[in-house]
Structure formats: C-alpha cells, structure tokens
C-alpha cells in the first residue's frame, strides 16, 4: 500500500524522513515550514510536493499528514492545522503522549516514531530502524503498520507510557555516550593528544557491552574498587568542577549497583 504524506518540518527527522518515504513508494504531497525557504529547500529532495507556510491544509490529497517538529512545536500546530476528512495526523516524539493531538481537526491520531538518532549531513539506513507506532484506532494503526513496513522491518506497537521509558533509555545509551566521548575529546585536546588513538577503544567498548550485556562488560578502576586512581583522576580533573563533579558521580554509581 503507497500512501500519500504531507510533512510539516524540516528538521533532522524530516531531512531523513522525506527522500526515505519517497524511495519506498510514497507520495510527498506537500512540506510545511514557518520559514517557506525551508520548506522549498527540502522539497528538492523529492520529485514533486509542494512548499507552504500556511497550516491549511483542508485541499491537501494527503492521507497521511506528519508532524516531523519539536516537542514543544506539537501541541500548537496539532490545534493549529486545518485538515481534510479522514485525515490521519501523526508525529514522530519519543515522549510526547499521542493524547496531545486529541484536540486537532484530524479524524485519526497516531504515533509515527523512528528511534534513531539523525544529523544532517550523515545518511541513516532505514532498514535498521525500529519504527514504533500507535494508534487507538486500529485501522489507523495497521495504515501506520504499512508505512513503517516499508521503511523497516523492525515495527513495534508501543504505548505512550512505555515509549516514554524507552525513550529515557535511548538518551543515556546515545545521547549521553556521545557527551561523554565529547569529554573525551575535550580532555585529550587540553593536553596536546590525538583523539584518534581512542577511537579504537571506544568501538570496542560498544561492542563488546552490546555482545556480553553492559554489567558483564564493565571495567575501570570504579568496578574494580582502586580508590587511588579514581581520586587521582579526580584531582588531574580540578581544572574543571563540573566535570571531575560528573567523574565523581559515575564513578560512585559503578560502585554501588556493582
């Protein structure tokens, strides 16, 4: 089933987003920014869809309509947007509720979600990214089943309380893994050193914590109780207060769930 999607930002998500619908098939009707600029620059992308700074949509042939936005942009342009009949408004949040669009003019609501983490200017394989969905309506949600389908084998129905934890989850395994490796950065760069003799290390701390479990895989003088070097890192750390404050807590943290 091809289906035709209006997306509304143009954003990270959306960047991905809209060339990856259309190789699946599908139609990109129109593309939605506040700045029209940015919705014709991202309609380069794709065959053929239209740029609007308007949120009237009432005309649209779209099906499918995207909410490709920040968090904090759902809740306004969900009540904002003026829709067709039978419309389905999704968005594509890891913990906004899909109660916030409860109040739109769509006849169906549903959740759209891709968990992965998405820069512009590095490509992002759709085939490995788990899509999860939502939907109270369950023809919606088969609809929805179909176009993450396309996209990716991996389509999980999940409810919005436990894509919220999911979503916890993911910040501490990415987001927070990359401030770290950024630490990293910043102290070897302080002291004169080639970031690249750690990258070695780093790959093969990922993997092995994802092939033998994070508690198995786990070393470092906090695991191994060496008080000694952790207070010497500390120490090396004063220069920073925030940072030897981080050290001091992750460490502590090790020790006491092991």
Same mark, same amino acid.
Request: proline share 3%; net charge negative; aromatic share 8%.
């Given at each position: ?49 239209? !740029?609007? +700074? *308007? #949120? ?6 779209? =099906?499918?309509? %995207? &909410?490709?936005?920040?968090?904090? !942009?759902? +809740? *306004? #342009? ?6 067709? =009949?039978?419309? %389905? &408004? ?169």
């Amino acid at each position: 089933m091809k289906f035709k999607i209006a997306i509304l930002g143009t954003g990270n998500v959306a960047n991905h987003l809209v060339p990856a619908l259309e190789n699946a098939g599908h139609t990109i009707t129109e593309i939605y920014a506040r700045d029209i600029n940015d919705a014709e620059k991202l309609t380069e992308k794709v065959y053929v869809a239209d !740029a609007k +700074s *308007d #949120l009237d949509f009432s005309d649209s042939k779209a =099906e499918i309509f %995207i &909410l490709a936005v920040s968090d904090a !942009a759902i +809740s *306004d #342009l969900a009540d904002e947007i003026i829709l067709p =009949e039978e419309s %389905i &408004l999704v968005h594509t949040s890891g913990t906004v509720p899909l109660s916030m669009l409860g109040y739109s003019s769509a006849s169906y609501t549903g959740i759209f979600y891709p968990l992965q983490t998405f820069s512009k200017g590095r490509e992002v394989d759709f085939v490995d990214v788990p899509f999860l969905i939502e939907s109270e309506d369950q023809e919606t949600l088969q609809k929805l089943k179909k176009l993450a389908k396309s996209l990716s084998p991996s389509v999980f129905v999940v409810k919005s309380k436990d894509r919220l934890a999911l979503h916890v989850a993911a910040v501490f395994a990415s987001n927070f893994t990359n401030h770290m490796i950024r630490l990293s950065e910043e102290i070897m760069g302080r002291q004169g050193l080639d970031f690249e003799m750690l990258k070695p290390l780093i790959i093969e701390s990922v993997s092995k914590s994802l092939e033998l479990g994070a508690k198995r895989a786990q070393t470092g003088p906090a695991i191994r109780g060496d008080y000694g070097t952790l207070d010497h890192h500390f120490q090396f750390l004063n220069y920073n207060e925030q940072v030897a404050e981080i050290y001091r807590l992750i460490s502590q943290d090790i020790i006491d769930v092991n």
